[in-house]
C-alpha cells in the first residue's frame, strides 16, 4: 500500500480497492492466526482465490470533530424531507421543502448520513427511468438517468410496426447490449444523441430532463416500440499519474467504462456495459395507450 491516503504504510481504504489485487507477497502477505482454532492460510491468499473479491471503494465518514455531539445536532425526524428529497442528495431547487429541511436542528447528521447512504445505493448501478403525456396526437417522453452523475450520450431508438411484436423479437431487443446491433437488426429509426447531467450531479434541475417527442405516430405505423439508452460516466476511465500503472479497477467505475468487464466472488457475479436502457415499450398509436408486454 502506499501513502496516498494517509501518511502510512496503507490503511483500510486502500485495502478494501486493492487489497484482492496489487500483489503479493508485499501486500497480501498470507496470516496465521491462532485463535478460534487457527485458519487455513490459503484462505488468506486474496491475490489467488479472491482476485475480484475486493476491488471497492471505502468511505470514510468523519460527521464530526464530536464524537458524542449534542443530541440536538443529530437532526430530527421529518417524513417531508426523507421522502421528498427524491431527485437527489444536494437540496437544489427541485427539493420541496428546501427551506424548512435545510434547518441545522432539522438537517443534522443522522439525516445527512441516510441521504448518503442512499445515494450510495442508487449510484451503484445506472439506470433509465421515462414519463410519457399525449399532446393531440403527439406522444411526449420525457426521461432522466439515474444511479450516475453526467450523461454522455442519450438517444432513442425506435420503429414502427403494423403487427403487435412478437415476445421473441422483444426479448431480442432487450437482450442487445450494443445499441448499434439493435438498430441495424430490430429498431431501425434513432433520435440525436444528446448528453447532459444524470439526477446526482449536484447541479441537477428540472431543466435536465431529456425530452422527444413523436409527431402524429398514428400516421406511421400501428404500433410504437422504443427504447431508450444512456452512456455515463465515462469520465472515470481517465486518470492522473495512476500509481501504480493499471486502469481503473473498481467494479463500480469498470461496470459502466467497460464493455468487456466481468468479475465473479463466492457465486456473485456482475458484468460491464456502456449503455444501459430503459424497458423496452410498445404504444398502441391508434389511441397512444402502452402495450402489457407480459
Not at 420503429?159 to 423479437?169: A, G, H, I, V
Request: with cysteine; proline share 5%.
Amino acid at each position: 500500500m502506499t501513502g496516498t491516503v494517509y501518511p502510512v504504510t496503507g490503511g483500510m481504504e486502500d485495502w478494501a480497492y486493492s487489497g484482492s489485487w496489487e500483489g503479493f507477497p508485499i501486500i497480501t502477505q498470507p496470516c496465521k492466526p491462532r485463535t478460534y482454532g487457527g485458519y487455513n492460510n490459503e484462505k488468506t491468499m486474496y491475490d489467488k482465490n479472491y482476485k475480484d473479491a475486493l476491488k471497492s471503494i471505502m468511505f470514510l465518514l468523519e460527521v464530526s470533530h464530536e464524537k458524542i455531539p449534542e443530541q440536538k445536532l443529530l437532526g430530527r425526524k421529518n417524513l417531508d424531507c426523507l421522502i421528498n428529497i427524491r431527485q437527489n442528495a444536494f437540496f437544489n431547487t427541485i427539493a420541496p421543502n428546501k427551506n424548512k429541511c435545510l434547518d441545522e436542528l432539522i438537517d443534522g447528521y443522522v439525516p445527512r448520513i441516510i441521504r448518503l447512504s442512499l445515494l450510495l445505493i442508487d449510484i451503484l448501478k445506472p439506470y433509465v427511468n421515462y414519463r410519457h403525456s399525449t399532446q393531440k396526437d403527439n406522444l411526449l417522453i420525457e426521461w432522466t438517468v439515474g444511479g450516475a452523475i453526467t450523461v454522455n450520450e442519450t438517444f432513442i431508438l425506435f420503429d414502427y410496426f403494423e403487427t403487435m411484436p412478437n415476445k421473441e423479437l422483444i426479448n431480442s431487443i432487450k437482450l442487445e447490449k450494443n445499441p448499434r446491433n439493435s438498430q441495424i437488426k430490430y429498431l431501425k429509426q434513432a433520435t440525436s444523441i444528446v448528453n447532459g447531467k444524470a439526477i446526482w450531479d449536484q447541479n441537477y434541475s428540472a431543466n435536465d430532463i431529456f425530452k422527444f417527442i413523436f409527431e402524429q405516430p398514428k400516421k406511421k405505423g400501428k404500433f410504437l416500440v422504443f427504447l431508450i439508452y444512456a452512456k455515463v460516466d465515462q469520465e472515470w476511465a481517465k486518470q492522473n499519474m495512476p500509481d501504480p500503472q493499471v486502469p481503473p479497477q473498481t467494479h463500480i467505475s469498470n461496470i459502466r467504462i467497460n464493455d468487456n468487464y466481468h468479475a465473479k466472488n463466492n457465486n456473485f457475479e456482475i458484468s460491464g456495459q456502456l449503455y444501459y436502457q430503459s424497458k423496452i415499450s410498445v404504444f398502441n398509436t391508434e389511441n397512444l395507450k402502452k402495450q402489457n408486454l407480459k
